[in-house]
């Protein structure tokens, strides 16, 4: 593991001056990486922590001049490519980490709290995706604009290997051109559908209204005092969207009823339906996996 580490990291460029360099830099972005997976956050953890392990990093690190002060961690990290170090790393971390074929990756935008600019709240997004089985972020990308998630999802999509996964996004990144990009990466979709696109959704309504269903599933989950019944419908038959052909491999839409009741409450029965597009069929293996779906 440390081997692949150390030749991802190796791919990045140093800034640094010949005249006066003491350590490798692939001997510092190692030792901070280690660090910091071992829960060092400053950059006097990192030192302290590298210290203290001396003997176990020279088994596989060169360190001709000892451990980096934390002073030159720090000089290290403020002028590398951080562009470059995003990549190598997740470069990195895919290879070390297993994502099954048929991974729900589920891709969303959150806003940092407490972030401020020029003495004000700022409104940093981070966008991030996260692998449900794996329970990780495989990658994240920052943008200062929520409307910039839209740029911002095909940026992700396009440094994480996704093939043979499946994206899952909400509303905002349901756009021709994302739906585009996962396809291209050999991945394939479940995007949220609201009035954002709102022919699409009318469409999709409309057609849950007079077609018959291909599959029908049923969950029911009680906990925290409350019942909630799911009832999730498959339509392949798509004659009534109007422009099915611009979204790529449009396969399906989906419909999920969900009725929340409370137990021992007088608050009111809550109902709720939401629509999804997605490049995938029903009789599709992954379809069943992941949703359970069987006949009517």
């Not at 991802?8 to 001056?17: E, F, G, N, S, Y």
């Not at 720090?74 to 290879?95: G, L, T």
Request: glycine content about 4%.
């Amino acid at each position: 593991m440390t081997e692949k580490l150390r030749s991802a990291l190796d791919q990045i460029d140093d800034p640094r001056r010949e005249l006066g360099r003491k350590h490798f830099l692939n001997d510092i972005l190692v030792i901070s990486i280690i660090a910091i997976i071992s829960g060092a956050e400053t950059w006097n953890n990192i030192e302290d922590y590298a210290k203290i392990k001396e003997s176990f990093l020279r088994s596989f690190l060169r360190l001709p001049h000892g451990i980096p002060s934390h002073d030159t961690f720090n000089r290290v990290f403020s002028i590398i490519d951080p562009e470059q170090f995003e990549k190598c790393f997740i470069d990195w971390f895919q290879s070390a980490v297993k994502i099954e074929m048929g991974e729900f990756i589920s891709i969303d935008g959150k806003t940092i709290r407490g972030a401020k600019s020029t003495g004000k709240k700022s409104p940093f997004h981070i966008v991030s995706a996260w692998a449900s089985k794996a329970n990780l972020v495989l990658g994240q990308v920052m943008t200062d604009e929520k409307s910039n998630e839209i740029t911002a999802i095909p940026q992700l999509i396009e440094i994480l290997d996704l093939k043979e996964t499946v994206v899952t996004i909400d509303a905002m990144g349901c756009q021709v051109e994302i739906a585009k990009c996962i396809i291209d990466n050999e991945a394939d979709y479940i995007l949220a559908v609201k009035n954002n696109q709102k022919t699409l959704y009318e469409d999709t309504e409309f057609s849950f209204s007079k077609t018959k269903t291909d599959k029908t599933h049923e969950t029911i989950e009680g906990n925290h005092g409350r019942i909630e019944t799911r009832v999730c419908c498959v339509i392949t038959d798509l004659k009534d969207i109007e422009f099915k052909a611009k979204w790529k491999n449009l396969k399906s839409i989906i419909r999920i009823e969900s009725t929340r009741e409370f137990k021992n409450s007088d608050k009111p029965m809550e109902q709720a339906t939401r629509y999804y597009i997605s490049s995938i069929a029903p009789q599709q293996n992954i379809f069943k996996k992941q949703l359970g779906l069987t006949g009517q």
